[in-house]
């Protein structure tokens, strides 16, 4: 036995100390789970046993190893004695490397899914294997089509068809093929059918097929498969290789630039990246592509940039990947910046880099405004101080802001790219940048068009002048310009920039820019400067109008509210032979709307629907029909009719038409009538129904809240709902609380608002002007009355100083805007673009303060303002103001003069169609206002519903100087006013019915004041309310000890007052005593007074036979004596 020991261990040791045979070492070492556990225990993951040996797999860029025509393996480890048979055999096919390495480890791993060797747990590869299920339809559809034909057919067929999702079924009748050498096209056919799938699953056979293509025969498409296909095995040196190789024939942007710099980029291999982005511009250079030029491009960056940086926006976390490349830029600076080659390639890269990142940060489905915010302040931060280029950064992300509908909307929040602008702008202007394209400065100019702001505007266009001189401007921003500017009624600005495109651009003029000319004046309500416009286009520029220039010039007459020359307008449009279309129609559908002539506007519906006129589905048409039932008196109909446009909403027949301003209508209605519950029934209705809210939706509810003498809530509506709904602010909103603080004698609380209003940059409306006027004029009345100054020549030096400033403002541009009024009364138009009505203000102040001289002063001024002769007379509140002053000074012809000038404009005012078309015949005048055909012809009267109180005030004025001037015929003339009045349908305000009744009466005319009484007072008379020694009751001013409630007492109602009952007693008392004394039996009126007046007026006699006698002072001064 020792003998035998002694032989092995002697035949053991030569074995043992025998050399090798000389082979190839292996890469890889094994791993120390080998000698420290047994052949069961190995548990190694499937990358560890990897070749490293330069193949498919490999990242060595330089070593070309990997093409060598054979497949090598290692020849065993060391002690190998001491593995497990098939333990080294998986060892042994692991060592394997070559060309085909990595196809045999696959087939290997996937043996039918079982375990092939105990000592390593099955993982799947990076290329994931086809579903069973998908390679067995691909077999069955291979052996139907091998019934009918050869496999070659098959597949030259099925490429031939390009059928989408039958790749799989490709490769098996590739495989099937009998042809063992098939064309060069025909491989290169199947590569590009194979490559229009997912490469984790084709990768190995994109390569296969590739390696058969003879290089002078590779395609463009050939390459890029390949290329995708490296980056799909994530080998990305083989894939810069082939790039490479492909770009001395191919554009790279063809051969898969784009793939290869999505994988650097995402691995964060910054110098392979700008390798071979440099290597791109190499390229471009050799083919004289300027890539310089694509950095100007802004919001068209990706139709140049996107064939070389497209993919890269699809990598994860890629904020987090900018912030390695500024680190990688950061760390790097004096290489990348060693050359004039590395400083180009740098700025490049960064240009059509870094606005995929910023692009997905902006694009985000829930966007956090605040972390937009720093990241792009901090990114143009770092950018500054890494001495990268901004310029075409800050083009791009202004560009991509205002293409986002969330930045072209109102906000309150700041602003990011206006931001964004202002710091680029100052760069520029420190000459540390290029300067922003007209492109860039044309969208921010159309950006804040949309919101009217001119300031901003007018900087973009001095920013214009700044940085493109000598030529600043081109077609594209003078077109812009002039329809913002033409937009606000500026014809000086609209002029400057027409001059300078008939100058510069003369081929550029059309009708369309010349109808601009012709809008500009029809926003100021200018209609001599508006014809003048429309001749010219016919006089100068030898053009026919279209019908675009008609409707301007019918718009001009419809903001003028002129319905005679809206009419013969109308038809002269009709008359040139020109189609008429909604914008035609929509301006006289206004008229109609505005006068509440509902027959008028169905009239002009059906002939708009007989010329093929599409107003069913326009949204202004549907409002109109609206709005004329609401001044035609007809609440019931108009909701009727918004709820038949709210059922057309939700079924999409109105596309994407929006119905709030229907709602906004019918809330602001139920507002001014002061019924405040209506209003927020409206407003519930509009968020049950979804209908959006908008800044007049508010104001409409503010309205009705100071209405109803609310001011603090609609204070609050302004304060703090409306910022927090991120609604706009408008000069509307101010003017309604300042209004309404005043009305209830809160001046405190006006001046909070209007401080808080001058705080605030708004755009001045007429509204805004005139309680600005009111309120200063208010504090300067308060302040005179505190200083105890009892000389009414005392000058308002604040209101006149703000008056003059108004003056000098461009009025003609502050009644373009679009905001509504928040005044009650309808007034005409002041066509002559001279504020008026702004010294009617300060005239009714003077008045009130006695200011006789100063306040005929003022209206001095304001008559001298020079009116053409085409032009319409002042505005009633104007005229009616000044009455009250003459009123008051005694002047009654003055008086006269102003009341026929008042009584012209309002006829005007009210006319309707029917009254144009067919002229009512004149009205016979009689003294009685008794006579039941003046109730008849009133009823009967076809002017506008709406404006038939637009005489009232200064109808009062003139009534009261008629009865103050104590002649018969003065009363006689009252009488026939008042009949005057009532027959054209006019209304006579309770106020004035009162008056004269009691006029009559104190004048002896007790009949006529009684029958007055009778017919037009005691129908609504409530009746006296119970008095009781210990209940205390609270009277409405003007209706004492009568059965009233503050809500009963509406701006329409005709009742009589308590004074007027008072005075009709005294007058009754007297026609008693006379009767008791044997006088006052008039054989005419067939009998006693008495008995006259209790056939005619019983409910009046009876009301003042039932008063309850109170001793109060009323009664002392007119019935202490009967």
């Known amino acids: 036995m020792l003998e035998r020991a002694s032989t092995c261990l002697e035949s053991g040791g030569r074995q043992l100390l025998r050399a090798p045979k000389p082979c190839l070492r292996t890469r890889r070492m094994l791993h120390s789970s080998f000698w420290h556990h047994g052949a069961s225990d190995l548990a190694l993951p499937s990358w560890w046993a990897a070749s490293t040996v330069p193949d498919h797999a490999t990242d060595d860029v330089d070593d070309l190893g990997w093409r060598r025509p054979t497949t090598r393996s290692y020849e065993g480890p060391l002690l190998e004695f001491l593995y497990p048979e098939k333990t080294l055999a998986f060892i042994r096919r692991l060592s394997t490397y070559g060309p085909d390495a990595v196809e045999i480890r696959r087939r290997g791993m996937l043996g039918a899914g079982a375990r092939q060797y105990s000592t390593s747990q099955w993982q799947p590869s990076s290329e994931e294997p086809v579903d069973d299920l998908e390679t067995m339809q691909a077999k069955e559809e291979m052996e139907e089509l091998l019934l009918q034909s050869t496999p070659d057919e098959a597949l030259r067929k099925l490429l031939w068809s390009s059928q989408p999702g039958k790749q799989e079924l490709a490769w098996q009748l590739y495989s099937a093929s009998v042809d063992t050498s098939p064309s060069t096209a025909f491989i290169c056919d199947l590569l590009d059918y194979l490559g229009n799938t997912d490469f984790s699953r084709t990768a190995n056979r994109v390569l296969q097929l590739f390696d058969r293509i003879p290089p002078e025969n590779r395609r463009s498409s050939s390459y890029r498969m390949a290329v995708n296909a490296y980056v799909a095995l994530k080998t990305i040196g083989p894939a810069i290789q082939l790039l490479e190789e492909a770009s001395e024939r191919f554009d790279p942007t063809r051969t898969g630039i784009d793939a290869v710099l999505k994988k650097t980029i995402e691995d964060d291999q910054w110098d392979l990246s700008i390798r071979v982005f440099k290597g791109f511009l190499r390229w471009a250079e050799r083919n004289n592509v300027n890539v310089q030029e694509w950095t100007g491009y802004g919001k068209r960056h990706w139709g140049k940039w996107g064939p070389v940086f497209g993919e890269a926006q699809d990598v994860l976390e890629p904020v987090e990947h900018l912030r390695n490349f500024l680190s990688y830029v950061h760390q790097f600076h004096h290489e990348l910046n060693s050359s004039e080659e590395n400083i180009k390639t740098l700025q490049l890269f960064v240009c059509g880099y870094l606005p995929g990142v910023m692009w997905e940060v902006v694009n985000t489905p829930v966007p956090d405004e605040d972390y937009i915010y720093d990241f792009f302040t901090g990114l143009f931060k770092d950018l500054q101080a890494l001495n990268l280029p901004v310029g075409p950064l800050y083009e791009f992300i202004i560009h991509a802001f205002l293409d986002i509908p969330r930045y072209q909307q109102y906000t309150r929040e700041r602003k990011i790219f206006l931001d964004l602008y202002t710091t680029w702008r100052q760069h520029c202007l420190d000459g540390h940048s290029n300067p922003p394209s007209r492109s860039l400065l044309r969208t921010l100019i159309i950006q804040h068009a949309r919101h009217s702001s001119y300031d901003q505007v007018d900087a973009l266009v001095e920013d214009l002048k700044t940085f493109h001189a000598p030529e600043p401007f081109n077609v594209a921003v003078l077109y812009s310009l002039i329809r913002f500017y033409a937009r606000g009624g500026l014809v000086d600005r609209v002029d400057e920039f027409f001059e300078i495109l008939r100058m510069q651009f003369p081929s550029a003029i059309d009708l369309r820019i010349l109808s601009a000319l012709t809008y500009a004046y029809a926003r100021r309500i200018d209609v001599p400067g508006a014809i003048g416009q429309f001749k010219r286009i016919t006089d100068e520029f030898n053009l026919v109008p279209d019908m675009a220039c008609w409707n301007v010039l019918l718009l001009a007459f419809t903001r003028a509210d002129d319905l005679d020359g809206a009419l013969e307008c109308f038809n002269n449009c009709l008359e040139s032979g020109a189609k008429p279309d909604v914008f035609t129609f929509g301006p006289m559908l206004d008229l109609c709307a505005a006068r509440g002539d509902v027959e008028a506007f169905e009239a002009l519906f059906s002939r708009a629907k007989q010329l093929d006129v599409p107003l069913e589905t326009d949204r202004r048409a549907r409002s109109g029909y609206v709005q004329a039932f609401l001044n035609a008196g007809d609440i019931d109909g108009a909701e009727q009719v918004a709820l038949g446009i709210l059922r057309s909403w939700k079924a999409g027949t109105l596309g994407d038409v929006e119905i709030t301003h229907v709602w906004n209508m019918l809330i602001t209605h139920h507002a001014l009538a002061g019924e405040l519950a209506d209003s927020r029934r409206l407003y519930q209705e509009m968020k049950d129904n979804d209908i959006p809210l908008d800044s007049w939706t508010y104001g409409a509810l503010m309205r009705a809240f100071i209405e109803t003498r609310q001011t603090n809530a609609a204070f609050k509506i302004l304060k703090a709902t409306m910022p927090n709904e991120n609604m706009r602010v408008y000069a509307f909103h101010y003017a309604i609380c300042i209004s309404g603080f005043l009305r209830e004698g809160q001046p405190d609380r006006a001046k909070a608002v209007y401080n808080r209003m001058k705080n605030v940059r708004l755009h001045q409306t007429p509204s805004l002007r005139q309680m600005g006027l009111l309120f200063t004029g208010t504090r300067e009345l308060m302040k005179l009355k505190a200083e105890k100054v009892n000389d009414p020549k005392a000058r308002l030096v604040r209101v006149e100083e703000e008056l003059r400033q108004s003056l000098m403002s461009d009025y003609g541009h502050e009644i373009a805007n679009d905001e509504p009024s928040h005044n009650r009364y309808i007034d005409s138009p002041e066509l002559n673009n001279v504020p008026q009505g702004y010294f009617s203000v300060l005239i009714l102040l003077y008045t009130t303060r006695g200011a006789l001289d100063i306040a005929k002063e003022l209206f001095e001024k304001a008559s001298k303002v020079p009116v053409d002769k085409q032009n319409y007379s002042a505005p009633i509140i104007l005229l009616s103001a000044i009455m009250e002053t003459h009123y008051k000074a005694g002047e009654h012809d003055d008086i ?227």
Not at 1048 to 1075: C, H, I, N, Q, W
């Open 896 to 1122: 006269e003069r102003c009341w026929q000038l008042v009584y012209r404009e309002a006829s005007r005012l009210v006319k309707t169609f029917s009254q144009v078309i067919h002229p009512a015949p004149p009205t016979p005048e009689f003294d009685s206002v008794t006579d039941p055909t003046v109730l008849e012809r009133f009823n009967a009267s076809r002017i506008a519903m709406n404006r038939r109180q637009v005489l009232y005030r200064a109808s009062r004025v003139y009534v009261r100087s008629l009865m103050k001037q104590d002649t018969p015929e003065a009363l006689r003339q009252a009488q026939r006013t008042i009949n005057s009045l009532l027959s054209n349908g006019f209304i006579v305000d309770n106020l004035t019915w009162n008056e004269l009744i009691q006029h009559l009466a104190t004048r002896s005319r007790v009949v006529d004041a009684f029958s007055a009484c009778e017919m037009y007072l005691m129908p609504q008379f409530p009746g006296w309310a119970f008095l009781h020694p210990q209940l205390i009751r609270k009277f409405r001013p003007g209706y004492s000890f009568m059965e009233l409630r503050h809500f009963d007492v509406k701006r329409g109602s005709v009742l009589p007052r308590y004074k007027t009952m008072v005075v009709l007693a005294a007058a009754f008392a007297k026609v008693r005593r006379d009767e008791s004394n044997g006088v006052g039996f008039n054989p005419d009126m067939g009998g006693w007074v008495r008995e006259v007046l209790e056939q005619v007026a019983p409910d009046t006699v009876r009301a003042i036979e039932t008063m309850p006698r109170t001793g109060d002072a009323l009664q002392k001064m007119y019935l202490d004596d009967m």
